[in-house]
C-alpha cells in the first residue's frame, strides 16, 4: 500500500486546518467564558499549533520524521492549553483531538496510539505536578483518544485502498485504451490485406506497403523497410519515406521461422509499448508473406510438374509421329516428280525444323539446373548500396536459349546503377512470363548520356550486342533530375 499522495495530503490537511480553526473559535470563547485569567496563554499556545500547522509545507508531511515531529509539537502545545483551562474539562478539548487525527491519518494506527498516549501523558505529569490527579478523568481521555486514532487509523487505511483502486483502475483503462487501439490498427491492417486478397494484387510489395501504412499510422517514422529473406537472400520488398542514420530493426516472423526484417528510421529510439504494438502489426504480416512463399512454393511445383508432362509429351508423342512423318514424306518424295517433288521437299525441310524445335523445347522444359532470373538477380544485390527494391514478377522463366542472355543484360544494368549512379536506391520491375516479358531498371541518380562513346568501356555495347541475339530490344532513357531507366522486351521469335 502506497503512501498519499500529494493530492489527497491537501484534502486532508484543508480538513485538518478547518477544524483547527473552528475549535480555536470555539474554545477561545468558551475559555474566557469559563477561565478570564488562564484563557490568554492557553489562546496563545492554540493559537501557535494552529498557525504553524497552517503555515507547515504539506509535502513534509510526507517524511516521517517531520510527520512524528509535527505531531510531538502539536501534542505537546494542545496539552498544555488544556492543563491551563481545566485538564480533562478543558474547552480546547476537541482542539486537543485534532493531532491524534492528523497523526493516525498521516502514520496510520501506531502513531496516532503513540500521540494519544504522549497527550495522556503530558497530562498526566501535569496533574501530579499539581497533586490533582484524576484517574476517572485521565482512563477517559486516553479511551477517547485511543478511539480516535482507531477510527483515523481505519480511515487511513480504507483511504489508501481506494487509492490503490483507483490507481489500479486507471492502469487498467489505460492499458484497454491502448489494447483496443491496438487491436483497432491489426484490425486495419487485416482489412488491407483481405482488400489485397479480394483485387487479386497479393504480392510480398503490396503486403509490405500496406503494413507500412499501418505501422505509420501507429509509431511515426521518417523512414522505413521491409526485406523478406527470399532463396535466402535478404530482399527489399517495400519502403517508404527517407531512410537516414541508424535505424532500428524488428524481426518479421512466424511462430514456425523468420520471414525478414522491419527497418524503421526514427529520430528517437521507440518505447517499450511501440515496440510491443510494432512486434503486434508484423505478426499478421508474417503470416500472410509466409502465405505468399508457399503459394509461390506451391506454383513452382506445379509449373515444374506441368514442364515435365509437355516435356514427356513432346518427346514421346509429338517427336516421334513427326519423326514418323518426315519419313513418310522421304518415302513419298523419292517416287515424285517435277513440282510435287519440290513441294516435298520443302515440306520435309519444315518438318526437320519443327522436329529440331521439339528438341530444344524437351531440353528447356526438362532443365532445372539453371536459375531463374529473379533468382539470379536476389543473389546479385546481397547488401547492396545503394539498396536495390525488387519489384518483378516471374510467372513463367524465360525459355533457356534467351535466359542467359536477358539475365545478363538485367545484371549489367543492376551493377552500373550500383556503381555509376550514385543514387538513393535502385528499383527492379516488371513481368517475365516465359517468351513474352519487360525488364525495368530505374535508379535516382545522376544519369550519363547512353549515346556517348566510352574509352575502355564496352558495358553497353555488350548489353545491345545480347538483346540483339536474343531478339530482345533495349532502350535506355537517362537525365540527371530523373537518373537512368534500362527497358529490356521481348516476345516470342
Do not use: C
Not at 386 to 406: D, F, G, M, Y
Amino acid at each position: 500500500m502506497t503512501e498519499f499522495s500529494e493530492r489527497w495530503l491537501n484534502r486532508l490537511m484543508a480538513v485538518v486546518a478547518g477544524l483547527n480553526w473552528l475549535f480555536l473559535i470555539l474554545g477561545s470563547v468558551a475559555g474566557f467564558i469559563q477561565h478570564p485569567n488562564s484563557a490568554w496563554p492557553a489562546i496563545v499556545l492554540s493559537g501557535v499549533y494552529v498557525v504553524g500547522f497552517q503555515l507547515l509545507p504539506r509535502r513534509l508531511l510526507l517524511k516521517p520524521v517531520w510527520r512524528e515531529s509535527a505531531a510531538i509539537i502539536a501534542t505537546s502545545l494542545t496539552a498544555g492549553s488544556m492543563a491551563l483551562t481545566g485538564s480533562f474539562e478543558s474547552t480546547f478539548l476537541l482542539l486537543a483531538v485534532t493531532p491524534i487525527m492528523l497523526a493516525a491519518l498521516m502514520g496510520g494506527y501506531r502513531l496516532g496510539a503513540a500521540t494519544a498516549g504522549l497527550s495522556a501523558g503530558i497530562l498526566v505529569a501535569i496533574e501530579i505536578s499539581r497533586q490533582s490527579l484524576s484517574y476517572g478523568g485521565i482512563v477517559s481521555w486516553l479511551g477517547l483518544l485511543l478511539l480516535v486514532a482507531a477510527t483515523f487509523g481505519l480511515a487511513r487505511r480504507l483511504i489508501l485502498e481506494a487509492m490503490d483502486h483507483v490507481e489500479a483502475l486507471t492502469e487498467m483503462t489505460a492499458e484497454t485504451g491502448a489494447r483496443l487501439e491496438q487491436l483497432e490498427n491489426t484490425n486495419l491492417l487485416l482489412t488491407r490485406l483481405v482488400g489485397l486478397t479480394e483485387n487479386e494484387d497479393l504480392s510480398t510489395t503490396t503486403i509490405g506497403t500496406a503494413a507500412l501504412v499501418t505501422i505509420r499510422s501507429a509509431v511515426p517514422f521518417s523512414g522505413a523497410e521491409i526485406y523478406i529473406n527470399a532463396d535466402e537472400v535478404p530482399t527489399l520488398v517495400a519502403e517508404t519515406g527517407t531512410r537516414i542514420g541508424a535505424h532500428q530493426s524488428v524481426p518479421i516472423a512466424t511462430s514456425q521461422r523468420p520471414i525478414g526484417e522491419l527497418r524503421l528510421f526514427l529520430d528517437r529510439s521507440m518505447t517499450a509499448r511501440q515496440h510491443e504494438v510494432v512486434t503486434e502489426l508484423l505478426a499478421p504480416t508474417a503470416i500472410s508473406f509466409a502465405n505468399v512463399a508457399l503459394l509461390e512454393q506451391i506454383a513452382a511445383e506445379a509449373i515444374r510438374d506441368e514442364r515435365l508432362r509437355v516435356a514427356r509429351e513432346l518427346h514421346d508423342g509429338i517427336g516421334p509421329g513427326l519423326a514418323a512423318l518426315g519419313l513418310a514424306m522421304d518415302v513419298t518424295a523419292m517416287g515424285a516428280r517435277g513440282a510435287l517433288e519440290q513441294q516435298l521437299i520443302d515440306l520435309r525441310a519444315s518438318v526437320t525444323d519443327l522436329v529440331n524445335d521439339v528438341r530444344i523445347a524437351v531440353e528447356d522444359l526438362r532443365d532445372e539446373t539453371s536459375e531463374s532470373t529473379l533468382v539470379q538477380i536476389r543473389r546479385l544485390v546481397v547488401g547492396a548500396s545503394p539498396p536495390v527494391k525488387i519489384a518483378l514478377t516471374e510467372v513463367q522463366p524465360i525459355p533457356h536459349p534467351r535466359r542467359s542472355n536477358i539475365t545478363a543484360i538485367a545484371v549489367e544494368a543492376i551493377r552500373n546503377a550500383m556503381a555509376h549512379s550514385p543514387g538513393s536506391q535502385v528499383v527492379v520491375s516488371g513481368t517475365i512470363e516465359g517468351d513474352v516479358g519487360q525488364l525495368r531498371i530505374q535508379d535516382d541518380g545522376i544519369g550519363f548520356d547512353p549515346d556517348a562513346t566510352y574509352d575502355g568501356h564496352f558495358g553497353l555495347v555488350g548489353m545491345r550486342e545480347r538483346a540483339a541475339e536474343a531478339d530482345a530490344t533495349i532502350s535506355i532513357d537517362s537525365s540527371a533530375t530523373s537518373g537512368t531507366a534500362v527497358v529490356i522486351k521481348w516476345e516470342p521469335r
